[in-house]
């Protein structure tokens, strides 16, 4: 079966299926599905067929989204379809796509139609839409979360394997948790805004639903650059993924913090996915939750509602009865925040901030529910803004605090409602929350959205360095979280991947101050597999690296049980006449720890 954007591409470029099929198939799909509130306007069918055709006259090896079906909301503009922010008084026909969507097509995608929203983008529910409430495929009764509700659920129900959302106080991280598919919400400014109405604009971003981490960062990889037409767009690199750390600090909240509104459902959950973190080797770190909750309250109760005044103001004066009455409601409490209101949430902000970045000094990332509870349509059309507002009690303060996050499926429950997490990191650590996060979803071995399929086999990732990095095997005190790994991050290191040598070395353990060991090489095969980890350094970093390295050790290569020689760690006979032989450790992490147990 291929419904994930990698088994597509891989069909698509041995010549298994046409880009032409699989856009046909996706339409079919629409009309079986038969939910009209799940997108605001399609493409002709014979127009995004035709789109397909023409792919073959390019080079699919260049085309990472080769024929690719994509839905996208609403709110971001995709030429010859209307933008209408799910306000048909607010519809305008774009001359252009958005940078987002143009540069989706541009990698090969085929725009297949604009999908439903809470109106405007604001509400976490998807249920605030003149156009209709799309249906949970997950469970019928189910809100399907918002407000990027159409191109969650287009996603979960095989509609298409790929959907843009916007995010800005969690709209692309809550309707993935209730439709059972990754959510990544990019770090700000890593995709392009230009061509996207504003919810908050300094806060705003594009975000992308999948069915598995892998393809999320597959379409990232795809719009993330910079763009002069976005203001509030940042050069910010994207990184490669990298293998699971063997060192990895996981952030929870302390004793007594946690919020479920009385779901103890939710609460089992949430605590079944910290005993899978730590199964997989994570170490968890309790944190302070309490400054980030009053982050959170910032964004409505503070001066950041005015930015969405602003966007409908003229919308709000001339034709207020076109816009969702609680949205309107909302809104125009916007007109009444003063400027000194404005300046006294700036400084409590810059100050919460210093405090969540003290939070992250001795954590990778921190793990939380992505949502507290889940409502259904009934309750949330009853009482429509409290439940809003509690489904974003862990995604509020993400985007003010430059954060960026991945929501994760963790479990469906006994009631068959989906839970999720969501991984939050420092803004530019995009790849470490997916190389973490796909490991914590292909563990779960939950289907993947609605329609029960199975998950792929976890692709092996391979090394890979980008511009002029040089990668460099250690052996001893720099490897992750050992004494020395502070001096490979200074230099701007990353990890790629933990390996092994070929058995053609030996360790020994010097008498230095802090403890290293050294690796002799030895006669090919008459030596034992050593552990060793791959980091990649620019190629300034790694001359500063190798010339700070004291004796006895030095640089040379090293040869890996797959046959790659890597510049690495090595020391000569003639300093390990008197150290003593750890080979029998397999390497220096299982050495050191059997000193620590004795």
Same mark, same amino acid.
């Given at each position: 079966?291929?419904?994930?954007?990698?088994?597509?591409?891989?069909?698509?470029?041995?010549?298994?299926?046409?880009?032409?099929?699989?856009?046909a198939?996706a339409y079919?799909r629409?009309?079986?599905?038969n939910?009209?509130a799940?997108f605001?306007?399609?493409r002709?069918?014979?127009?995004?067929?035709?789109e397909?055709?023409?792919?073959s006259?390019?080079?699919?090896?260049?085309?990472p989204l080769?024929?690719v079906?994509?839905?996208?909301?609403?709110n971001?503009d995709?030429?010859g379809?209307?933008?209408t922010?799910a /306000?048909?008084?607010?519809?305008?026909m774009?001359?252009?796509?958005?940078?987002?969507?143009?540069?989706l097509r541009?990698?090969g995608?085929?725009?297949?139609?604009?999908t439903?929203l809470?109106?405007?983008?604001?509400?976490?529910?998807g249920?605030?839409? @003149?156009?209709?409430?799309?249906?949970?495929?997950?469970?019928?009764?189910?809100?399907?979360?918002?407000?990027?509700?159409?191109?969650?659920v287009a996603v979960?129900?095989? #509609?298409?394997p790929?959907?843009?959302?916007t995010?800005?106080a969690?709209?692309?991280?809550?309707?993935?948790m209730? !439709?059972?598919?990754v959510?990544?919400?990019p770090?700000?400014?890593?995709?392009?805004?230009?061509?996207?109405?504003?919810?908050c604009?300094? #806060?705003? /971003?594009?975000?992308?639903?999948?069915?598995n981490?892998?393809?999320?960062?597959?379409?990232l990889?795809?719009m993330?650059?910079?763009?002069?037409?976005d203001p509030?767009?940042r050069n910010? @690199?994207?990184?490669q993924?990298?293998g699971?750390?063997?060192?990895?600090? #996981?952030?929870?909240?302390r004793?007594?913090?946690l919020i479920f509104f009385g779901?103890?459902?939710a609460?089992?959950?949430?605590?079944?996915?910290?005993?899978?973190?730590?199964? #997989?080797?994570?170490?968890?770190?309790?944190f302070?939750?309490?400054?980030?909750?009053?982050t959170?309250?910032?964004?409505?109760e503070g001066?950041?509602?005015?930015?969405?005044?602003?966007?409908?103001?003229? %919308?709000?004066?001339?034709?207020?009865?076109?816009?969702y009455?609680?949205?309107r409601?909302?809104?125009?409490?916007?007109?009444?925040?003063s400027?000194?209101?404005t300046f006294?949430?700036?400084y409590?902000?810059?100050?919460?901030?210093?405090v969540?970045d003290r939070a992250?000094?001795n954590i990778?990332a921190?793990?939380?529910p992505t949502?507290?509870?889940?409502y259904?349509?009934?309750q949330?059309l009853?009482?429509?803004?409290?439940? !809003?507002?509690r489904?974003g009690?862990y995604?509020n303060?993400?985007?003010?605090?430059d954060l /960026?996050?991945?929501a994760?499926?963790?479990?469906? &429950?006994?009631?068959?409602?989906?839970?999720?997490?969501t %991984?939050?990191a420092?803004?530019?650590?995009?790849?470490?929350?997916?190389?973490?996060g796909?490991?914590?979803?292909?563990?779960?071995?939950?289907?993947?959205?609605? &329609?029960s399929?199975p998950?792929?086999?976890?692709?092996a990732?391979?090394?890979r360095?980008?511009?002029?990095?040089i990668?460099?095997?250690?052996v001893?005190a720099h490897?992750?979280?050992?004494?020395l790994?502070?001096?490979?991050?200074a230099?701007?290191? &990353?990890?790629?991947?933990?390996?092994s040598?070929?058995?053609?070395y030996?360790?020994?353990?010097?008498?230095?101050?802090?403890?290293?060991?050294?690796m002799?090489?030895?006669?090919?095969?008459t030596?034992?597999?050593?552990?060793?980890e791959?980091?990649?350094?620019?190629?300034?970093?790694f001359g500063?690296?190798?010339?700070?390295?004291?004796?006895?050790l030095s640089i040379?290569?090293?040869r890996l049980?797959?046959?790659?020689g890597?510049?690495?760690?090595?020391?000569e006979?003639v300093?390990?006449?008197a150290a &003593?032989d750890?080979?029998?450790f397999?390497?220096w992490?299982?050495?050191m720890?059997?000193?620590?147990?004795v």
């Amino acid at each position: 079966m291929t419904e994930t954007i990698a088994e597509i591409v891989a069909a698509h470029r041995a010549g298994a299926m046409t880009p032409a099929q699989t856009v046909a198939r996706a339409y079919q799909r629409i009309r079986d599905h038969n939910d009209p509130a799940v997108f605001i306007s399609l493409r002709d069918e014979k127009d995004a067929v035709a789109e397909a055709d023409a792919l073959s006259k390019k080079d699919p090896a260049q085309l990472p989204l080769y024929g690719v079906p994509v839905a996208v909301k609403d709110n971001i503009d995709a030429q010859g379809l209307a933008t209408t922010a799910a /306000c048909p008084a607010f519809s305008y026909m774009p001359t252009h796509d958005s940078t987002a969507v143009a540069r989706l097509r541009a990698a090969g995608a085929i725009v297949i139609g604009k999908t439903n929203l809470d109106q405007f983008a604001t509400g976490l529910v998807g249920v605030r839409s @003149p156009y209709g409430i799309p249906g949970n495929p997950m469970r019928g009764d189910l809100i399907p979360g918002g407000s990027s509700s159409g191109s969650a659920v287009a996603v979960s129900a095989g #509609l298409v394997p790929l959907a843009l959302g916007t995010d800005t106080a969690g709209s692309g991280r809550v309707p993935a948790m209730l !439709n059972n598919i990754v959510g990544l919400k990019p770090s700000l400014g890593l995709i392009s805004t230009s061509g996207v109405v504003p919810a908050c604009r300094t #806060l705003d /971003c594009v975000s992308i639903f999948s069915l598995n981490v892998d393809d999320a960062m597959t379409a990232l990889a795809a719009m993330a650059a910079p763009d002069a037409a976005d203001p509030y767009s940042r050069n910010r @690199p994207l990184a490669q993924m990298t293998g699971f750390p063997t060192q990895l600090r #996981l952030g929870v909240p302390r004793d007594g913090q946690l919020i479920f509104f009385g779901d103890k459902v939710a609460e089992q959950a949430y605590g079944d996915a910290l005993q899978r973190w730590t199964a #997989l080797g994570a170490s968890l770190v309790e944190f302070d939750l309490e400054p980030f909750y009053e982050t959170a309250r910032l964004l409505y109760e503070g001066p950041w509602i005015a930015e969405r005044y602003l966007v409908i103001r003229d %919308l709000l004066a001339s034709s207020p009865e076109a816009i969702y009455p609680v949205t309107r409601d909302i809104t125009i409490a916007g007109a009444r925040l003063s400027a000194a209101d404005t300046f006294a949430a700036l400084y409590r902000l810059q100050a919460l901030r210093k405090v969540a970045d003290r939070a992250f000094e001795n954590i990778d990332a921190l793990v939380l529910p992505t949502a507290p509870t889940a409502y259904s349509t009934a309750q949330v059309l009853a009482n429509p803004v409290e439940l !809003n507002s509690r489904l974003g009690t862990y995604t509020n303060f993400v985007n003010l605090l430059d954060l /960026c996050g991945l929501a994760l499926p963790a479990a469906i &429950r006994s009631d068959d409602i989906p839970f999720g997490i969501t %991984l939050l990191a420092p803004a530019g650590q995009d790849a470490q929350l997916a190389s973490i996060g796909r490991v914590f979803h292909a563990d779960t071995n939950l289907t993947m959205g609605a &329609r029960s399929l199975p998950q792929p086999p976890l692709a092996a990732l391979p090394a890979r360095l980008s511009g002029d990095e040089i990668a460099i095997a250690v052996v001893g005190a720099h490897l992750s979280g050992m004494a020395l790994n502070g001096e490979l991050k200074a230099l701007g290191g &990353r990890l790629l991947e933990a390996a092994s040598t070929a058995p053609d070395y030996k360790l020994f353990a010097l008498s230095t101050t802090p403890p290293k060991p050294g690796m002799l090489r030895v006669a090919a095969g008459t030596g034992t597999p050593i552990a060793i980890e791959l980091w990649a350094l620019s190629s300034a970093s790694f001359g500063k690296f190798v010339a700070a390295i004291p004796p006895p050790l030095s640089i040379g290569t090293v040869r890996l049980d797959d046959g790659r020689g890597i510049k690495g760690f090595l020391v000569e006979a003639v300093d390990v006449s008197a150290a &003593r032989d750890i080979s029998a450790f397999g390497g220096w992490r299982a050495f050191m720890a059997q000193k620590v147990a004795v």
